[in-house]
Structures are given as C-alpha cells and as structure tokens.
C-alpha cells in the first residue's frame, strides 16, 4: 500500500529556513513521479515542486525558484523540500504526493499542472511572520 506521510513545517520568522520531509511506504521514491503542493488558506492548492520520474530534474514555480529544492533520498526513501529565505506569503498546508504509475516526464508534468496525484499525505504546517 502506497503512503506518504509529511513533516517538518513550523513557524518561522520570514528569512528562515525549513526541510520538510514526506516519508515514502509501499514503493521506492527511485524513479518516480513526485510533488509538493501547498494550500494557503482562502486559495486554490497550488503545485510548488516536482522531480520527474526518469531523471533528476526538477521543476519549481517562479516565485519558488532559487529558494525552494525538492530531492529524493533513496536510502531513506523520503523527498525532502528544503525552503530557504521564507516569505509570509509561503505560509500554507504543505502536501507531499505521489503517482507511481506515471512513469513518463511529460506525463507526470501533466499530472502536476492538474494537481492529479494518485497519493496524498494529510499535510504539514508552515506558519512565516514578517
């Protein structure tokens, strides 16, 4: 049975820095389609990373760009998010997800605008004051 459990968030001044950790059951995060979506309260939930399946790219939203770095650690068999010089504005649940069956880049890069993931993990808060 596929799981992804989420943690790590908190509350942190802006200019802070968190890693959060999405802890992988079921399957190896080797080669395989996954994300991090967050939803700030009052908006849509909104995809911010993705390590495709066939190859160590990644894809980040503009305003993640330079501050935000998805990885997959296989030992562990955990992706990780790391954020640095947080913003208020990055205040909001953080998701991890997962789709195992999609084993094409563009697949999973289509999955990842839809924000249709087959796996979910129940979110970690992330909290920034100005």
């Known amino acids: 049975q596929v799981q992804v459990v989420e943690s790590g968030g908190g509350s942190v001044q802006a200019g802070g820095s968190l890693r959060l950790s999405c802890a992988a059951s079921g399957y190896s995060v080797r080669t395989k389609c996954m994300a991090w979506f967050r939803r700030a309260t009052g908006k849509e939930r909104e995809g911010v990373a993705l390590?495709?399946?066939?190859?160590?790219?990644?894809y980040y939203i503009p305003s993640g760009e330079g501050r935000f770095t998805i990885s997959r650690d296989t030992v562990n068999n955990t992706l990780y998010l790391q954020i640095n010089s947080l913003i208020p504005e990055d205040t909001a649940m953080y998701y991890c997800?997962?789709?195992?069956?999609?084993?094409?880049?563009?697949?999973?890069?289509?999955?990842?605008?839809?924000?249709?993931?087959?796996?979910w993990g129940q979110g970690t808060q992330v909290t920034v004051s100005s």
């Open positions: 997800a997962a789709d195992v069956g999609r084993v094409l880049d563009s697949d999973c890069y289509s999955a990842f605008i839809r924000g249709q993931f087959a796996h």
């Open positions: 390590i495709y399946p066939s190859r160590h790219d990644t």
